[in-house]
């Protein structure tokens, strides 16, 4: 099992910046892939970025040069740098894969409202 709370949303002007936070109740380490994704209203929920154990990113095709994943496994923290902003207003949720037993576990976080508008 793995607790995810994300913090770090909230309402910033086209062309700001923001920093997600997405803190896990164990180790990060092994987890086999840490992520964010987001849903806007009437949306599916999508991909936005991905960090393996590795180390190694993925990008959705709409964010990249723009968002930057990133993770201190010390603080079991995973991070989401978005810079800058624009058309991203959505509620972004964190998402943990673990691949246990043949099996894998997907947890999610509550999700925080990003909204950008001026």
């Known amino acids: 099992q793995v607790q995810l709370v994300e913090s770090g949303g909230g309402l910033v002007q086209p062309g700001g910046s923001l920093r997600l936070s997405c803190a896990a109740s164990k180790s990060i380490f092994s987890i086999n892939f840490m992520g964010w994704y987001r849903q806007a209203p009437g949306e599916e929920r999508e991909l936005v970025a991905r960090?393996?154990?590795?180390?190694?990113t993925t990008y959705a095709d709409s964010v990249k040069g723009r968002f930057t994943i990133s993770r201190d496994i010390a603080k079991n923290t995973v991070y989401l740098q978005m810079n800058p902003l624009t058309e991203d207003t959505a509620v972004y949720y964190c998402?943990?894969?673990?691949?246990?037993?043949?099996?894998?576990?997907?947890?999610w976080g509550q999700g925080t409202q990003v909204t950008v508008s001026s």
């Open positions: 960090i393996t154990s590795g180390g190694t």
């Open positions: 998402n943990a894969a673990e691949f246990v037993g043949a099996k894998w576990y997907n947890y």
